[in-house]
C-alpha cells in the first residue's frame, strides 16, 4: 500500500473526505498510478493532481476508476458533488477556538461631587453676629441647595448630549439616503458585475475564433479564470463537446471537455491546454 502525503492544510473537508476515498480506491486496485492511468484513459499527472487534492477529477474519471476498480461509483460521484460545491462557495476557513469573555464587574456611577460651601463674611446688622462669624448650627439647607446645582448640571449635559446625538443623525441620515437613491452629488460604491462572455466565430487565416482570445500558447490548467477560458469554453462547444456553459471559469465540466478532446483529436490525454489543444480546436 502507498503512503499518502498528508493533504494541504486547510483544504475543505469535503474535498478531503473524496481524496480519501479516491487514495482507498486506488490502494484497493493494487494499481500504480501510472497503471491506474492507462486503465482509466486519464494521464499520470491527472491522477497525481486529483488523489494530492490539488484538483478535483471529472465525473467521467470518477466513474472509470469506480469500473476499474470495482466500487460503488454513485457514492464517490455523491462525493465528488460535495467537493465541488465546497470549490465553489470559497475557501475553507476553520474555526479557532475562541476564550470565553469575562464579563466586567459594571463600575459604579460616580455621584455628583458637591461644591464646597462658600464661607460668607459675618453680616453686621445681625445683632447675633460676633467678630468670630456667624455662631448659629447650620441646618443644612445650604447643603440641598448645592446637591440639586449638581444634579441640575448632570441634566442639562444629559440634554446636551441627546441633542448633539439627534443633530447627527439628521446630518448623517439624508446622505445616506442620497446615496441610496443615487442623488447626485454623492459618493456611490460601484458594485462589480459578474464579465460576460459570447462566442462570436470567425475564420481567420483557417483558424477558428470566438472574440474573447487570439491566443495560440496560453498554458491553461484547472482554476483558471479569464476571456482565454472563455475562449476554449468556446472552441470545445464549437467541436461539439459541451463544456458546462461560457463562464470563463476552469472548473471539472470544462476539463472533462478539454479531455474528450484530447482523445477526440488523438492527443495526449492530461486535462490542460497547451499550443497542440489550441491548434486542434482552432483547426
Not at 25 to 40: E, N, P, R, V, Y
Not at 80 to 90: F, H, K, P, Q
Not at 197 to 216: D, K, P, V
Request: aromatic fraction near 4%; glycine fraction near 10%; hydrophobic fraction near 40%.
Amino acid at each position: 500500500m502507498a503512503r499518502w502525503r498528508a493533504l494541504p492544510t486547510g483544504i475543505d473537508p469535503a474535498v478531503a473526505a473524496l481524496v480519501a476515498h479516491l487514495r482507498k480506491a486506488k490502494d484497493f486496485s493494487g494499481l500504480s498510478i501510472k497503471q491506474l492511468g492507462s486503465a482509466t484513459g486519464y494521464s499520470t499527472s491527472s491522477w497525481e493532481r486529483y488523489l494530492s487534492g490539488r484538483a478535483l477529477p471529472p465525473p467521467a474519471a470518477v466513474r472509470s476508476l469506480a469500473e476499474v476498480v470495482g466500487a460503488d461509483p454513485v457514492r464517490l460521484l455523491a462525493l465528488l458533488d460535495a467537493a465541488v460545491n465546497a470549490r465553489r462557495s470559497g475557501p475553507f476557513e476553520p474555526e479557532s477556538p475562541s476564550e470565553p469573555a469575562v464579563p466586567s464587574e459594571p463600575t459604579p456611577p460616580s455621584e455628583p461631587v458637591p461644591p464646597s460651601k462658600p464661607v460668607l463674611p459675618p453680616d453686621p446688622t445681625r445683632p447675633e453676629a460676633t467678630a468670630a462669624g456667624d455662631d448659629r448650627p447650620d441646618t443644612g439647607v445650604d447643603g440641598d441647595r448645592h446637591h440639586l446645582a449638581g444634579w441640575r448640571q448632570l441634566g442639562l449635559l444629559g440634554c446636551g448630549m441627546v441633542v448633539g446625538a439627534v443633530m447627527v443623525l439628521l446630518l448623517v441620515q439624508p446622505t445616506q439616503v442620497a446615496a441610496a437613491r443615487g442623488v447626485s452629488g454623492t459618493t456611490a460604491v460601484a458594485v462589480p458585475e459578474a464579465t460576460a462572455f459570447a462566442c462570436s466565430y470567425t475564420r481567420q487565416g483557417g483558424r477558428w475564433y470566438a472574440g474573447n482570445s487570439e491566443t495560440r500558447t496560453h498554458q491553461l490548467v484547472v482554476d483558471m479564470t479569464g476571456p482565454a477560458v472563455a475562449e476554449l469554453q468556446c472552441l470545445l462547444q464549437r467541436a461539439g463537446i459541451t463544456p458546462g456553459g461560457i463562464d470563463g471559469n476552469f472548473g471539472p465540466l470544462t476539463e472533462s471537455a478539454v479531455i474528450q478532446a484530447q482523445k477526440k483529436f488523438h492527443l495526449d490525454v492530461d486535462g490542460q491546454v497547451g499550443p497542440s489543444t489550441w491548434a486542434a480546436l482552432r483547426g
